[in-house]
Every structure is written in structure tokens, then in C-alpha cells.
């Protein structure tokens, strides 16, 4: 490909590209229950992930933006949650963190790098178990690490993506799931227990994943993660930082 499309396709950092990102991560990881708001989406998943329980700003709207907010804050307060914003460069309206800032948000947290590659061609590790359903000792052990017992919840969450998903597992000792969508593969749960951990397991599950995102057509990779061990783990992948999010919530 000629150097000057392959900088259109991959936006050189630019705010549409950015937004084109958000929707693929949107895609797969989708919250049980999602409601739009004059392009916002609101998501809710009784708690479980930020990802999940925050709003998707990824479009403008025509509503005045105090208003906006002031909806969003109200939906949130009748779910028990907290208000949260997942914000990038590409955010819309673009005002939407001063104003946020101006109600008493701020950011919360680490940043999380969002990350992209090339996929490379790579086989099944012989430990690893890969299946497309999700069973309970899979969810049980991922909602486990998260702090919450909800296995509806974290199935929904688990399962809720149109793409084609994967299941991967070392049996009592790590998981991690998949799912493609087109000629993308998103790598999500990544999970080692505590006492399996340094053996390799977190390496052989994405060699299986991306294996198995390969042969079902997918390309190119996408991941999120705050981890800085993850993100070196990702790196012999190819795997590289294309932008940041941040999560905004009252102080």
C-alpha cells in the first residue's frame, strides 16, 4: 500500500481516526444495557468494568451540553452508579471536558493506552484451550478477579458483542478472550492467577487468541489496558500505542 493511503487508513493520529477506534472498542466490549442520548451512549453493567458503566461521547448531538449532562448525571442516579466519562482527543462535542471540569469532574485513574497492530501469524499453544462459548468456570474465575460474584451480568458482558468471540484457557491458572469484527481482533479478560504467574501462561494464551483470530479472518489487532506489565507483553506482539482514554468522574 502507498505510504500516503496507509496514513489515511491509519489517520496519523487524527481525531476521526480516533472516533473510528472508540467504535470498533465499542463493538467489543458492549455493556448489558446501553441507552442513547443524542448520540452519547450510556452504559450500564451494575458496576462491573469502567468500560461498561461509563458514557461513549463519540458523537455531538444538538442538545444544549449543561443539559446533556445534567440527563446522563440523573440516569446514573437512578442506577446507583456514579456518572462516568470515557474521554479521548476525539471526544464530541469538543468542549465536553471543559464542561465537565466546570461541573466538578476531573480525571480519575491511569490513563489507558489504547493499542493497535499488525497481526501476526501464529499457532494455537498446545496448553491453551480455545472454544466460541462461554462456560461458567470461565466467567466465574474472570468475575472473580473483578470483585463480583454477578455471573449474569459478567456473561451478558462477556457474550454481548456482535462479533465472533473466543474463549481461551490453561486450565485452574489463566483466561483471556477475543472477538472479531471484521478485520479487526480485540483482545479483552486477560486473567493469570497470582500462583501461575511468570510461567509463560499470559504469553501462550495471546499467541492462541491471535491464532485464532487469524484463521477466522481478522488482521489487525486492538486492545485497552492500564497495565504496564500487559502493555510490555503486547509489545513482542507488535502491538503499539495509538492514543489514550481517561475516565472523568465528580470529585
Known sequence: MPS?????????GTTAWIRVLEEIGYLIWISPEVEELDGWRLR?????????????????????????????EAWYAERAQPPRFQLTDGSLPPGLAGALRARGYEPAGSPVSVETSALLDLEVDARVEVREELDDEWAELWSATRGSSDLGTARALLTGSPGRTAFARIPGAAVGRAVACGEWLGITS?????????????????????????????????????????????AQFGWRETYT??????V
Do not use: C
Request: glycine share 10%; no cysteine; charged share 25%.
Open 44 to 72: 450500564h453493567a451494575r458496576g462491573l468494568t469502567g468500560r461498561a458503566n461509563s458514557v461513549f461521547p463519540n458523537a455531538p448531538g444538538e442538545l444544549p451540553l449543561e443539559e446533556k449532562i445534567e440527563r446522563v
Open 190 to 234: 486477560m486473567v493469570t492467577l497470582p500462583d501461575a504467574r511468570r510461567r509463560g501462561f499470559a504469553r501462550a494464551i495471546v499467541e492462541s487468541l491471535v491464532a485464532w483470530g487469524r484463521g477466522v479472518g481478522a488482521t489487525r489487532g486492538f486492545l485497552q489496558t492500564d497495565s504496564p506489565v500487559a502493555r510490555a507483553l503486547y
Open 245 to 250: 482514554y481517561r475516565y472523568w468522574l465528580a
Open 4 to 12: 500516503a493511503d496507509r496514513r489515511r487508513l491509519d489517520g496519523a
